[in-house]
């Protein structure tokens, strides 16, 4: 599967309507983000049920910084609209289809009760 072009404008659509969402942040003058563009596309081919997609961090500064990112590539991953994993840094393929196979194998469930739990304590 191709990798989508993530933008501002098409971010929030792109993360609802899709079960999981792996994205990576990168920059064009960026070596390690040249270096792990390959290892993404060709990982994106092992998951069609996966949406794999790009940040250009030059082109997309206000998604960027919203997600505060510092260091660049930086890998996400989104299950159900929640951030379950976020990691600056490349990652050799095979670490990359462990992290994707545990991020696929998480009981959103338990993860949702867990998210509500630090919303409630962060607001007392």
Known sequence: MATTDLTKENFQQIISDNDMVIVDFWASWCGPCKTFAPIFEKVSEQFPDIVFAKVETDQQQELASSFQIKS???????????????????LPEEPFVEIIGKASALDMDEIRKEVEKQQKEQSS
Do not use: C, H, V
Not at 73 to 90: A, C, D, V
């Open 72 to 90: 660049i590539p930086t890998l996400m991953i989104f299950r159900e609209q929640i951030i379950i994993f976020s990691q600056p840094g490349m």
